[in-house]
Protein backbone atom coordinates (compact mmCIF):
# COMPACT_ATOMS: atom_id res chain seq x y z
CA UNK A 1 0.00 0.00 0.00
CA UNK A 2 1.62 3.44 -0.76
CA UNK A 3 2.11 5.67 1.43
CA UNK A 4 1.60 9.42 2.28
CA UNK A 5 2.99 11.08 -0.80
CA UNK A 6 3.38 15.24 -0.64
CA UNK A 7 4.19 17.17 -3.16
CA UNK A 8 6.10 19.05 -4.15
CA UNK A 9 9.35 18.46 -2.14
CA UNK A 10 10.85 21.97 -2.00
CA UNK A 11 9.73 25.36 -2.68
CA UNK A 12 10.99 28.25 -2.86
CA UNK A 13 8.59 31.35 -2.50
CA UNK A 14 9.17 35.02 -2.06
CA UNK A 15 7.69 36.79 0.54
CA UNK A 16 4.01 38.20 0.32
CA UNK A 17 3.59 35.57 -1.97
CA UNK A 18 1.05 32.24 -1.24
CA UNK A 19 1.72 28.65 -1.71
CA UNK A 20 -0.53 25.66 -1.78
CA UNK A 21 1.27 21.85 -0.80
CA UNK A 22 -0.69 18.63 -1.14
CA UNK A 23 -1.09 16.10 0.73
CA UNK A 24 -2.43 12.50 -0.84
CA UNK A 25 -3.39 10.01 2.17
CA UNK A 26 -3.13 6.17 2.37
CA UNK A 27 -5.59 4.53 0.75
CA UNK A 28 -8.65 3.85 2.98
CA UNK A 29 -7.91 6.86 5.54
CA UNK A 30 -10.07 9.69 5.99
CA UNK A 31 -8.65 11.99 7.97
CA UNK A 32 -5.83 14.10 7.36
CA UNK A 33 -3.55 16.65 9.59
CA UNK A 34 -1.00 19.01 8.74
CA UNK A 35 2.10 19.79 11.29
CA UNK A 36 4.88 22.24 10.76
CA UNK A 37 8.11 21.75 11.90
CA UNK A 38 10.84 24.10 12.81
CA UNK A 39 14.20 23.72 14.57
CA UNK A 40 12.99 26.50 17.12
CA UNK A 41 9.39 25.70 17.47
CA UNK A 42 9.91 21.87 16.59
CA UNK A 43 6.26 19.89 15.64
CA UNK A 44 3.65 22.45 15.79
CA UNK A 45 0.20 20.58 15.17
CA UNK A 46 -2.28 23.26 12.41
CA UNK A 47 -5.37 21.18 11.11
CA UNK A 48 -7.00 18.30 10.72
CA UNK A 49 -9.54 17.16 8.64
CA UNK A 50 -11.63 14.55 8.49
CA UNK A 51 -14.50 13.73 5.54
CA UNK A 52 -13.83 17.01 4.43
CA UNK A 53 -14.65 18.80 7.99
CA UNK A 54 -12.17 20.76 9.41
CA UNK A 55 -12.17 18.93 12.91
CA UNK A 56 -9.58 20.45 14.27
CA UNK A 57 -7.21 23.40 14.31
CA UNK A 58 -3.86 24.47 15.98
CA UNK A 59 -3.01 28.01 17.14
CA UNK A 60 -1.91 29.78 13.42
CA UNK A 61 -3.14 32.32 12.02
CA UNK A 62 -5.59 32.78 9.48
CA UNK A 63 -3.35 32.75 6.68
CA UNK A 64 -3.21 29.22 7.39
CA UNK A 65 -5.67 27.70 5.69
CA UNK A 66 -6.64 23.93 4.35
CA UNK A 67 -9.20 21.73 2.69
CA UNK A 68 -9.92 18.37 1.98
CA UNK A 69 -11.48 16.95 -1.04
CA UNK A 70 -13.94 13.85 -1.47
CA UNK A 71 -11.06 11.43 -1.97
CA UNK A 72 -9.36 12.59 1.20
CA UNK A 73 -6.79 14.15 -0.30
CA UNK A 74 -5.90 17.20 1.13
CA UNK A 75 -4.50 20.89 0.55
CA UNK A 76 -3.03 23.47 2.61
CA UNK A 77 -2.41 27.46 1.34
CA UNK A 78 -0.89 30.11 3.04
CA UNK A 79 -1.48 33.27 2.39
CA UNK A 80 1.15 36.31 2.15
CA UNK A 81 4.28 34.80 2.95
CA UNK A 82 6.64 35.65 5.74
CA UNK A 83 10.58 34.41 6.55
CA UNK A 84 8.95 32.72 9.64
CA UNK A 85 7.01 30.41 7.73
CA UNK A 86 10.27 29.00 6.04
CA UNK A 87 9.76 25.58 7.45
CA UNK A 88 9.08 21.64 7.04
CA UNK A 89 5.31 20.96 6.16
CA UNK A 90 4.45 17.49 7.36
CA UNK A 91 1.13 15.32 6.42
CA UNK A 92 -0.11 12.98 8.47
CA UNK A 93 -3.21 10.55 7.21
CA UNK A 94 -4.86 8.33 9.50
CA UNK A 95 -8.34 6.30 9.65
CA UNK A 96 -10.21 8.06 12.17
CA UNK A 97 -8.22 10.64 13.71
CA UNK A 98 -5.43 12.20 14.75
CA UNK A 99 -3.40 9.99 17.25
CA UNK A 100 -6.06 8.13 19.08
CA UNK A 101 -7.50 4.25 19.00
CA UNK A 102 -5.97 2.07 16.32
CA UNK A 103 -5.39 4.84 13.78
CA UNK A 104 -1.86 5.99 14.73
CA UNK A 105 -0.82 8.76 12.16
CA UNK A 106 1.64 7.66 9.16
CA UNK A 107 3.64 10.95 8.27
CA UNK A 108 4.80 11.99 4.59
CA UNK A 109 8.35 13.10 3.85
CA UNK A 110 7.37 16.60 3.90
CA UNK A 111 7.37 19.59 1.78
CA UNK A 112 10.15 21.83 3.15
CA UNK A 113 9.17 25.74 2.03
CA UNK A 114 11.91 28.23 2.06
CA UNK A 115 10.87 31.75 2.08
CA UNK A 116 12.97 35.03 0.91
CA UNK B 1 -1.88 22.85 29.43
CA UNK B 2 -0.56 19.70 28.01
CA UNK B 3 2.92 19.23 27.02
CA UNK B 4 5.66 16.88 26.24
CA UNK B 5 9.20 17.24 27.55
CA UNK B 6 12.28 14.93 26.40
CA UNK B 7 14.80 15.98 28.69
CA UNK B 8 18.10 15.30 26.57
CA UNK B 9 18.26 16.70 22.80
CA UNK B 10 21.78 15.18 22.08
CA UNK B 11 22.51 11.68 22.89
CA UNK B 12 25.60 9.74 22.06
CA UNK B 13 26.11 5.96 22.16
CA UNK B 14 28.17 3.59 21.42
CA UNK B 15 27.16 0.45 18.92
CA UNK B 16 26.27 -2.01 20.48
CA UNK B 17 25.09 -0.48 23.85
CA UNK B 18 22.26 -0.14 25.47
CA UNK B 19 19.78 2.83 24.96
CA UNK B 20 17.00 4.79 27.10
CA UNK B 21 15.21 8.03 25.71
CA UNK B 22 13.36 10.06 28.22
CA UNK B 23 9.79 11.62 27.72
CA UNK B 24 7.58 13.16 30.36
CA UNK B 25 4.12 14.51 29.69
CA UNK B 26 1.48 16.49 31.11
CA UNK B 27 -2.44 15.27 30.96
CA UNK B 28 -4.74 15.16 33.17
CA UNK B 29 -5.98 11.80 31.79
CA UNK B 30 -4.68 8.74 30.72
CA UNK B 31 -2.90 10.06 27.57
CA UNK B 32 -2.18 7.81 23.89
CA UNK B 33 1.52 8.05 24.07
CA UNK B 34 3.96 7.40 20.58
CA UNK B 35 7.37 7.38 19.95
CA UNK B 36 8.18 8.25 16.38
CA UNK B 37 11.25 8.30 14.46
CA UNK B 38 12.93 10.81 11.78
CA UNK B 39 15.62 10.16 9.67
CA UNK B 40 17.34 13.26 8.04
CA UNK B 41 15.05 14.68 5.29
CA UNK B 42 12.74 12.09 6.00
CA UNK B 43 8.75 12.10 7.37
CA UNK B 44 8.20 10.48 11.07
CA UNK B 45 7.70 6.69 11.39
CA UNK B 46 5.88 5.10 14.17
CA UNK B 47 7.87 3.22 16.62
CA UNK B 48 5.33 1.99 18.78
CA UNK B 49 2.24 3.49 20.63
CA UNK B 50 0.73 2.96 23.92
CA UNK B 51 -3.32 3.12 24.01
CA UNK B 52 -4.19 1.12 27.73
CA UNK B 53 -3.22 -2.78 29.00
CA UNK B 54 -0.62 -4.04 29.30
CA UNK B 55 2.45 -1.07 30.19
CA UNK B 56 5.35 -2.54 28.42
CA UNK B 57 5.27 -2.14 24.66
CA UNK B 58 6.84 -3.30 22.01
CA UNK B 59 7.58 -1.45 18.55
CA UNK B 60 9.53 -2.02 15.31
CA UNK B 61 13.24 -2.25 14.72
CA UNK B 62 13.82 -3.96 18.71
CA UNK B 63 12.37 -0.79 20.24
CA UNK B 64 10.13 -0.97 23.76
CA UNK B 65 8.70 1.08 25.66
CA UNK B 66 7.13 1.40 29.22
CA UNK B 67 4.51 3.49 30.62
CA UNK B 68 4.72 4.28 33.84
CA UNK B 69 1.80 6.45 35.53
CA UNK B 70 3.41 7.51 38.27
CA UNK B 71 5.87 9.51 37.07
CA UNK B 72 4.14 10.26 34.02
CA UNK B 73 6.66 8.99 31.65
CA UNK B 74 7.31 7.22 28.13
CA UNK B 75 10.72 5.90 28.12
CA UNK B 76 11.79 4.33 25.00
CA UNK B 77 14.38 1.75 25.25
CA UNK B 78 16.76 -0.54 23.14
CA UNK B 79 19.25 -3.05 24.62
CA UNK B 80 21.91 -2.97 21.75
CA UNK B 81 21.79 0.25 19.28
CA UNK B 82 23.05 -0.46 15.66
CA UNK B 83 24.70 2.24 13.62
CA UNK B 84 21.54 2.61 11.50
CA UNK B 85 19.73 3.95 14.36
CA UNK B 86 21.39 7.45 14.30
CA UNK B 87 18.32 9.79 14.21
CA UNK B 88 15.80 11.89 16.02
CA UNK B 89 13.19 10.71 18.26
CA UNK B 90 10.13 12.13 18.95
CA UNK B 91 8.00 11.68 21.87
CA UNK B 92 4.19 12.58 21.54
CA UNK B 93 0.56 12.36 23.51
CA UNK B 94 -2.06 11.96 21.56
CA UNK B 95 -5.48 14.24 22.54
CA UNK B 96 -8.82 12.94 22.96
CA UNK B 97 -11.36 15.43 22.46
CA UNK B 98 -15.06 13.41 23.25
CA UNK B 99 -15.81 12.21 19.56
CA UNK B 100 -12.88 13.87 17.82
CA UNK B 101 -9.40 12.26 18.32
CA UNK B 102 -7.69 15.59 19.00
CA UNK B 103 -4.26 16.31 17.57
CA UNK B 104 -0.65 15.36 18.73
CA UNK B 105 2.03 17.43 21.20
CA UNK B 106 5.55 16.75 20.30
CA UNK B 107 8.43 16.68 22.21
CA UNK B 108 11.14 18.59 20.57
CA UNK B 109 13.21 15.63 20.29
CA UNK B 110 16.46 13.43 20.91
CA UNK B 111 18.65 13.87 18.34
CA UNK B 112 20.90 10.26 18.72
CA UNK B 113 24.11 10.00 17.22
CA UNK B 114 25.46 6.53 17.54
CA UNK B 115 29.87 5.91 17.71
CA UNK B 116 31.20 2.93 16.09
Known amino acids: KAGVTQTPRYLIKTRGQQVTLSCSPI?????VSWYQQTPGQGLQFLFEYFSETQRNKGNFPGRFSGRQFSNSRSEMNVSTLELGDSALYLC???????????????FGNGTRLTVT | AQSVTQPDIHITVSEGASLELRCNYSYGATPYLFWYVQSPGQGLQLLLK??????LVQGIKGFEAEFKRSQSSFNLRKPSVHWSDAAEYFC??????????????FGKGTKLSVKP
Open chain 2, 92 to 105: AVGLNYGGSQGNLI
Open chain 1, 27 to 31: SGHRS
Open chain 1, 92 to 106: ASSLMGTGGGNSPLH
Open chain 2, 50 to 55: YFSGDT
